[in-house]
């Protein structure tokens, strides 16, 4: 479970990392989303039961044929799919457009 949260923070530095470099909005967007959903999920393994550290992520919304997840989780999916859509569409993730 460490390395899990091992994992988060290094998101959340590489995250900030890349929010200091971009000066596009939609990508903003995207990495703002990704650090809600880490630091979501992070906070659900810091505060809760079994142990600090150790704690489960609680997953509460439930849609028929579709996995059980959690806001946290919908930020992190939506994100990869906004950065989905900006490399379809030739921009890097500091904004610049590129054709190709």
Do not use: K, Q
């Not at 929010?19 to 659900?44: E, K, W, Y």
């Not at 704690?55 to 439930?62: A, L």
Request: with cysteine; glycine share 12%.
């Amino acid at each position: 479970m460490i390395s899990r949260l091992r994992a988060a923070c290094a998101a959340l530095a590489v995250i900030a990392t890349l929010v200091h470099r971009s000066a596009d909005r939609l990508s903003l967007i995207a990495f703002a989303l990704i650090g809600g959903g880490a630091v979501g999920n992070l906070v659900d393994r810091l505060l809760r039961s079994p142990g600090r550290g150790r704690g489960y992520v609680v997953d509460w919304i439930e849609l028929p044929h579709w996995p059980v997840f959690n806001l946290a989780d919908s930020a992190i999916v939506g994100a990869a799919a906004l950065i989905v859509v900006l490399s379809l569409a030739g921009r890097d993730l500091s904004g610049a457009l590129h054709r190709g």
